[in-house]
């Protein structure tokens, strides 16, 4: 929860895709991970199978996977965040996808666990993660390394993030492995939250977000030492150091499948430098 602190508004408010989507990509990497008896060497392609699957679902049902063109609201300004609150339309509609899609992911995971015979109950995650070189995995590998926070339960739910999150061509999985990456240092756990807590959290987040292009003009040491501040700071970065945000647009293709992706990765130099990229830049985030 403290890791996916960032992933609203299409990755920190930058309108791709939905967080609804990654979220739930997440959440069905981690629990096929944990489930008892799972075989580790099904686990990836298992895992992408049902991320996949979910995305194709939320564009069919929805028009798009993408923030922007779902919400029509832009979170980097406080015109299009109050537009996001009121009347409330949209964010009553953001609840409802998140309702309907709840089912879809508990219905996949559940199909998933027939498939390989197994108890639909959860247990301790299944150490590891997929294959490497992994767009978010292998950097937010390196970066629990230098955490403060340890955390073994995130590694195959990094899976389905890969190739722009079920490869979808959308937001580089090695950007979120990095926000990941910063969740888990900066961000909040609700379940450790009382309401008000969670709301006062909610509050400076999104200040900070309407504020990212003031924040980006000053030092590392000036940001807040906040979720969303540091995020955004790194995604704004990260758009200005490749072009885009967006995976089909950085490597100029997409990929039809996990073993497309997984051929291209060891080979691309455009990834690697990415990867080396986000390691650096997170590691400044988490020390200053």
Partial sequence: MRAATNFEGGCVGCGSTCGVVSGGVLGMGALLASLPGQDPKQLEPDIYEASIAYRKWFEDRYGTSLCQERVGANFGTLGGLLSYLFPGDKMLRCLQHIGEALVF???????????????????????????????AYTVFKALVARSSRQEDSVGWACTGLGGGVALSGAVCGGLLGAILGLGLEYGIDPESMGHGGIVK???VGHR???????????????????????????ADRFEKAFGSLNCKEITGRGFASPDELNAFLPESKVCGEIFTWCEQEVAKLMTT
């Fill in 105 to 135: 992911v508990n219905e996949e995971v559940q199909r998933a666990a027939e498939k390989r015979g197994l108890e639909l109950r959860f247990d301790q995650s299944v150490p590891g993660g997929p294959k490497e070189p992994h767009c």
């Fill in 201 to 203: 959290e909610f509050v």
């Fill in 208 to 234: 900070n977000l309407v504020k990212h292009e003031a924040l980006g003009e000053g030092s590392v040491e000036a940001l807040p030492k906040e979720a969303f501040a540091r995020s955004r700071y790194l």
